[in-house]
């Protein structure tokens, strides 16, 4: 009897056994998993939406009856900063809720995101023609199909909680504009359509939904409130009057990069400039490796994308082009 | 749209979670430990897939209490199926029966198999001869192959402790082969 021995008393579990026990599991995910990370990455959306007006205050008190002004995400650009602040912020909003709204409205729910037999079903569910790639890397197929419903919320802002927002961070050549309390942003969200593909070893996810919506009141200074929410993102002063300028607010979503992104470059899908993030992924199983991610978002007439996977850059620009 | 998602923090949190859990890929690398992390402990046969069962259920259920930053994937599934075996043993003292080896592997010869068989059920029946603690760190080091260190982490222990626990059960489990 020796190590041998017991190394090889090891055993394959039976296949019946995995695939009944993986159904079972795929069963609750269909029940929860698309709710998550659909909601998570569109709420993502959504919130950088907001994010890009929340700070705009207007230089001139604007009346209730002036033209709305509509954000539509066209672009997307990536913005670094410091993850001491991402978790200054994160904790700054734990503890007293919203970081610069003191109201919010839930206009219309999106229930929870549902498992769909089809793409064709999808379709018919999202009110939308549901785009698919037409290449997937070798050996891949698709698998699943998930629609979360239409959200709509408003949010007031509040002036006291950005002031004292900016006194937390230290910002004190900031200056906030008056006027901008009880002023309503409001987010409408579209229905979202989710696809899942995978092979034996590696995943990907494609997401396409109408591009979110942000109405705010007309005449406000988008850039001097763009260059606010860069500083509070931890920009140095000059770094975000740059790019504020640089930025077209109605139409650019800043991305905040990921942690564990490693690269990131503008890349071209189907004549429609991308934004492509390569990350270090999760930990594996083992919890000794990480399997490398890739993310890659871009927008084409009404509508915008997101795909993300174990694939490498190129794979995922190709499934990007292709997608029809 | 739930409260909060136009706030800024649910950002962060999507942003660091950018890279989530491939739950497919997860489920395909570590059902075999898991799997073999019971059948060293309780043998082979359906009790180990029971349990295998109950501790990937309980995991996914849970799955929101797991943060990357605190712990890898793997020792979280491993710190849920630590605990069903403990409840499993806790609930059913003295009924661990690891004599119910079944078929190997194609391969070898039929002699071959017959005899490994023999083996492994000698194996499989002085396994269930040990302690509860001697067999979770045999099949943490040999169902699951963690390495000494690893295992030394999962049970707050020095990695020495780890390795003198392994040689000492290892040493016990060849006295008892031999006898």
Redesign the interface.
Known sequence: ???R??????????PR??SE??D??RR??RRA?PS??A???F??V???A??TVVFAVPSVRVSAQAVLDVFRVKRFAAVEFKESR?DL??SI??ER???V?DQ?E?V???GPPTYVASREAATAKAGFEVSTPSFLPPGMAADSVFVQGE???R?AVSESKLRSLLERLDLKDVTVPAGLDGHW?E?R?PPVVMQRF?SE???AMFLQAPSPEVTLPAGWNLTQLGEIGLR?LGLDARAAKRIAKATDWRSTLLV??????TSFRQVTVRGQSGLL?M??????????RH?E?T?LMWSAGDRIFFL?G?LDGKELVRMAESVS | ???????????????????????????A?????V??FF??RVG?GPLA?DL??VT??KA??AR?QYR?DR?????W?FAVARNVAVDHFRSHRATVPLEEIEE??GGPTPEDIAV?RS??ER??R?LARRSDREREF?ALK??S?FTNR?IARMMGLSESNVGTILHRA?EA??AD??R
């Not at chain 1, 021995?5 to 039976?14: N, S």
């Not at chain 1, 990350?279 to 000794?288: L, R, V, Y």
């Not at chain 2, 690398?29 to 430990?33: D, F, G, I, T, Y």
């Open positions: 009897m020796d190590d021995m017991l190394d090889e008393y090891r055993r394959e579990p039976d056994f995995a026990l993986r079972r599991l609750l995910e998993f998550r990370r909601t998570r990455i709420a993502a959504a919130a950088a907001a994010i991402r912020l994160a909003d734990k809720g919203f970081l709204f919010q839930k219309l729910d999106p959200a709509a919320a949010m942003v987010l969200k995978k070893r590696r995943r509070i905040p990069l990921p942690m564990n992104a993030i990350t270090t992924g999760e930990p594996a199983a083992d919890g000794k399997r991610k993310i993300q174990d | 749209m739930a409260n909060g998602e136009a706030t800024l923090a649910r950002l962060w949190s999507w942003t660091r979670q950018a890279g989530e859990i491939d739950w497919d890929a997860a489920y690398e570590a059902l075999p430990r799997y073999n059948r060293y082979d897939e295998t069962s990937f259920e996914w259920r929101e990357r712990a890898a994937f793997g020792t599934l190997l592997p490994r083996d492994h194996l499989g002085l045999l040999y169902g192959e690893e290892v489990l060849r082969w031999d």
